[in-house]
C-alpha cells in the first residue's frame, strides 16, 4: 500500500520560515519525480515545486528565490523549506509523487494547512 504523509505545516507571521516534509511507502522512491502543490480557498491547485528523479529543480514564479526543494532519497523524503514567507502563501500544501513509464503514475498525501498571518 502506498503512503505519502505531509508534516511540518502550521502558522507562522509574514516574513517567518516553515519547512514541510514528505515521506513515501510502498513506492521506489528514487524513481519518482516529487512535487509539492498548494490550493488556496477558491483557488485551482497549482505546482509549487518540484524536483525530479535526477534531483532537477523547478519553482513557481512566485516563489523562486524563497522556497527551496530538495529529497533524500535514503530516507524516502521529499522537503520544502520556506523563507519569508508571505499573506498569499497561506493554502494548503499537498506532497504528490509522479512516475512517468508507459502512463503517468501519481499519488497525492493528504495535504497540510499552511497559514501566514500577523
Known amino acids: 500500500q502506498v503512503q505519502v504523509v505531509e508534516s511540518g505545516g502550521g502558522s507562522v507571521q509574514p516574513g517567518g520560515s516553515l519547512r514541510l516534509s514528505c515521506v513515501t511507502s510502498g513506492i521506489t522512491f528514487s524513481n519518482y519525480a516529487m512535487g509539492w502543490y498548494r490550493q488556496a480557498p477558491g483557488k485551482q491547485r497549482e505546482l509549487v515545486a518540484q524536483i525530479t528523479s535526477g534531483g532537477y529543480t523547478n519553482y513557481a514564479d512566485s516563489v523562486k528565490g524563497r522556497f527551496t526543494i530538495s529529497r533524500d532519497n535514503a530516507k524516502n523524503t521529499v522537503t520544502l523549506r520556506m523563507n519569508n514567507l508571505k499573506f498569499e502563501d497561506t493554502a494548503v500544501y499537498y506532497c504528490?509523487?509522479?512516475?512517468?513509464?508507459?502512463?503517468?503514475?501519481?499519488?497525492w498525501g493528504q495535504g497540510t494547512q499552511v497559514t501566514v498571518s500577523s
Open positions: 504528490n509523487a509522479q512516475y512517468h513509464d508507459f502512463g503517468l503514475t501519481e499519488y
